[in-house]
T-cell receptor
Framework: AQSVTQLGSHVSVSEGALVLLRCNYSSSVPPYLFWYVQYPNQGLQLLLKYTSAATLVKGINGFEAEFKKSETSFHLTKPSAHMSDAAEYFCAVSATSGTYKYIFGTGTRLKVLA | NAGVTQTPKFRILKIGQSMTLQCTQDMNHNYMYWYRQDPGMGLKLIYYSVGAGITDKGEVPNGYNVSRSTTEDFPLRLELAAPSQTSVYFC????????????FGSGTQLSVL
């Protein structure tokens, strides 16, 4: 069985500050991991994904995430927050075999303060 | 290239009414999914399809039905709408490899009163 846990349903940061959104996963097989972003009244868009190549993954808009197997984590970071980063962020996991399903976390809403 | 298109964007239903949420994609993707999004609950998989004529249940299928007669279309049917089905519904599609991203529609906001 697979699952993802996102710690913190709401995170607030000041503009220019570090963004850290946490995601821990559980998977009985090697996982594929994703971060999606959802802007208001829109569908989800892919930020980045881990597919067992490099453990540090760079995505769009300056975001990156590091896969840490020992910690079963895939936290999302950005060195300097912009106002335009305000959105909801979802971590997701899929299996390398056995299912075509993607499991999503409960989401973290990021607020950027001026 | 339109991607994944969902209609309608908003709908209000009365308890017991039925409706169909439409989803179509123009990327020739075999895999299509229906999710519902509730505040603080993330996305829950309702149904998915791995190709025309093949559908399967997700985590929360009760109260819903789907069909997949063509590669492009994957409608979601609500029979006897209930207040518990008030939610935002997203359709998504993908190539099928689970290391690849999903493409999402812009959602349907449904209220059942």
């Amino acid at each position: 069985a697979q699952s993802v846990t996102q710690l913190g349903s709401h995170v607030s940061v000041s503009e220019g500050a570090l963004v850290l959104l946490r995601c821990n996963y559980s998977s009985s097989v090697p996982p594929y991991l994703f971060w999606y972003v959802q802007y208001p009244n829109q569908g989800l868009q892919l930020l980045l994904k881990y597919t067992s190549a490099a453990t540090l993954v760079k995505g769009i808009n300056g975001f990156e995430a590091e896969f840490k197997k020992s910690e079963t984590s895939f936290h999302l970071t950005k060195p300097s927050a912009h106002m335009s980063d305000a959105a909801e962020y979802f971590c997701a996991v899929s299996a390398t075999s056995g299912t075509y399903k993607y499991i999503f976390g409960t989401g973290t809403r990021l607020k950027v303060l001026a | 290239n339109a991607g994944v298109t969902q209609t309608p964007k908003f709908r209000i239903l009365k308890i017991g009414q039925s409706m169909t949420l439409q989803c179509t994609q123009d990327m020739n993707h075999n895999y299509m999914y229906w999710y519902r999004q509730d505040p603080g609950m993330g996305l829950k998989l309702i149904y998915y399809s791995v190709g025309a004529g093949i559908t399967d249940k997700g985590e929360v299928p009760n109260g819903y039905n789907v069909s997949r007669s063509t590669t492009e279309d994957f409608p979601l049917r609500l029979e006897l709408a209930a207040p518990s089905q008030t939610s935002v519904y997203f359709c998504a599609s993908g190539r099928g490899a689970t290391n690849e991203k999903l493409f999402f529609g812009s959602g349907t906001q449904l209220s059942v009163l």
